[in-house]
């Protein structure tokens, strides 16, 4: 078990690897705690989920907007939840984002924490912070900064996760050996067919790695004003994926990294080599590097990212495998690239 702490400027975040979810009740508070989960996990999981009031969601991404949020708002008041009240995201990252931004905003912040139960929540949406809601199916338009009191990692729970949902979380895993970890990239090209076959031992490491670089980024800059934004690599290009095809987030983050690896190349910045093993890697890991979508398309959905700036936007490059760096790009310059590559 490997417990990693994140500062936050405001509160701390404890999250626990290899701990099991059995002993969720060693983290709560005694009473006075209301759970917010999905169908899935209620048929999977229900009889260990503790016994307190629970709202169930539908899984999926649809469920991350407005009106679910304030269903879940008035479904604490019916039930004499109050500010001393504790809230429990049991499940992925979108029960995750849901939880979190529910307890960030009701009666201005109550605390929170996390049983994160896929690969994807556990390495990325579950810990950091960041808790946000969709508009018109632009990803997390409306969301806070606000730390869990703890996520509990369970690696156990990844093996009744579907092969789609585990590829989900190791485009993030592969996100995060580039920004920061060249050894960690090399682990993973070596490690292919243990993390297709769900080796606990193997995702556990790697799950620790991921979140120390995770931690070391949110504590220097817990509000993305500046090196935050290396997070982003494949994100940029892949929301607008995500957006106009409806893939899955990280199947959208890999075709997000292809395009933003390319760019690098365009630029000087990253060796056709190196491009090469990163698309090998996320082939290998049996995910996507380019979508049968129009390309113009994407585009249009690019230009309202949130982290547009006038006509201009922050993008995540890459220099070399574990390094990265964040250049503000004209519009018009992604969009010429965008032409020549695709079109």
């Known amino acids: 078990m490997d417990t990693i702490n994140i500062k936050g400027k405001y509160s701390d975040s404890q999250i626990v690897i290899g701990e099991s979810h059995k002993n969720i009740e060693t983290y709560l508070p005694h009473n006075n705690v209301f759970i917010i989960t999905d169908s899935n996990l209620m048929q999977l999981y229900g009889e260990e989920i503790p016994e307190y009031p629970i709202f169930t969601i539908e899984p999926g991404e649809t469920s991350k907007n407005l009106e679910v949020i304030s269903n879940i708002c008035s479904w604490l008041l019916s039930e004499g939840a109050n500010r001393k009240?504790?809230?429990?995201?049991?499940?992925?990252?979108?029960?995750?984002?849901?939880?979190?931004?529910?307890?960030?905003?009701?009666?201005r912040g109550i605390d929170f924490g996390f049983v994160?139960?896929?690969?994807?929540?556990q390495i990325d949406a579950s810990v950091g912070g960041k808790n946000g809601v969709d508009l018109d199916g632009y990803k997390n338009i409306i969301g806070t900064f606000t730390q869990p009191k703890f996520v509990i990692c369970d690696t156990e729970m990844l093996k009744t996760l579907p092969p789609i949902e585990l590829s989900n979380g190791l485009a993030e895993m592969v996100k995060h050996a580039l920004i920061a970890d060249k050894a960690k990239f090399e682990l993973m090209e070596n490690s292919i067919s243990q993390l297709l076959a769900c080796n606990e031992e193997v995702l556990e490491n790697l799950i620790s790695q991921s979140v120390r670089i995770k931690a070391t980024i949110v504590a220097a800059d817990e509000r993305e004003?500046?090196?935050r934004k290396k997070l982003n690599l494949g994100h940029t290009w892949g929301h607008a994926v995500e957006k106009v095809s409806g893939l899955p987030h990280g199947q959208s983050v890999s075709i997000g990294i292809e395009f933003a690896a390319l760019l690098s190349v365009s630029k000087g910045l990253l060796s056709n080599n190196n491009y090469l093993r990163i698309m090998n890697l996320l082939t290998s890991l049996q995910l996507p590097i380019s979508a049968d979508v129009n390309p113009s398309l994407i585009f249009q959905a690019l230009v309202k990212d949130k982290k547009r700036v006038s006509e201009s936007i922050d993008f995540v490059l890459l220099n070399n495998i574990g390094i990265v760096t964040v250049e503000r790009l004209a519009i018009t310059e992604i969009e010429e690239f965008y032409k020549s590559v695709y079109v």
């Open 225 to 227: 004003g500046g090196e």
């Open 85 to 107: 009240s504790f809230v429990l995201g049991f499940g992925g990252g979108v029960v995750c984002d849901i939880a979190g931004f529910v307890a960030s905003i009701f009666m």
């Open 116 to 121: 994160s139960t896929s690969l994807l929540s």
